[in-house]
């Protein structure tokens, strides 16, 4: 029910009483329409639309997938096969303090120079690698200047 504009009295209502009815009835029709009445389009500049970026959570599960991680299937024992000592790998040994080795196949150089600094506890200034024509992997195993490669091949691995 509309609240009456006139006095107990019977008086006439006081100067301006239609502006602020105005008012009113603006304010009543604005707080039906809401907040979001006056709202514009956003204008599109280019003819593709791209999905904006939204909140990516981490995965949280409730149970873990696996029971037990899976061991690496190339550990250091499985990367080095067995050090060559042939005429040629002795004949690098000595001129060019670089050691001979057969690796896994599978096996890149940064595997290869991990596993011979924890199996020989060497430090590699490179490894080269190729594949022969039997289908094996060899590698070139350079040392530090500080390491003999002599010395190594002689106590390590025993082969000279």
């Known amino acids: 029910?509309?609240?009456?504009?006139?006095?107990k009295k019977g008086a006439k209502p006081a100067k301006g009483g239609s502006k602020s009815k105005g008012k009113a009835t603006a304010a009543s029709k604005a707080a039906l329409r809401g907040s979001h009445g006056?709202?514009?389009?956003?204008?599109?500049?280019?003819?593709?639309?791209?999905?904006?970026?939204t909140l990516r959570l981490p995965r949280n599960p409730r149970y873990p997938r696996k029971s037990i991680p899976s061991e690496p299937r190339l550990d250091q024992h499985s990367v080095i096969?067995?050090?060559?000592?042939?005429?040629?790998?002795?004949?690098?040994?000595?001129?060019?303090n670089?050691?001979?080795?057969?690796?896994?196949?599978?096996?890149?150089?940064y595997q290869i120079k991990a596993a011979l600094k924890k199996l020989y506890d060497i430090d590699c200034v490179k490894v080269n690698t190729m594949i022969r024509p039997d289908g094996t992997k060899k590698a070139f195993a350079r040392l530090t200047a500080d390491v003999d490669a002599l010395?190594?091949?002689a106590t390590k691995l025993g082969i000279v």
């Open 81 to 96: 096969i067995h050090p060559l000592n042939t005429e040629s790998a002795m004949k690098q040994v000595e001129s060019y």
């Open 98 to 109: 670089t050691l001979t080795m057969i690796v896994n196949i599978r096996a890149n150089k």
């Open 38 to 53: 006056l709202k514009s389009r956003k204008v599109r500049l280019t003819s593709s639309f791209h999905r904006p970026k």
């Open 1 to 7: 029910m509309a609240p009456n504009t006139e006095d």
């Open 151 to 153: 010395d190594i091949a």
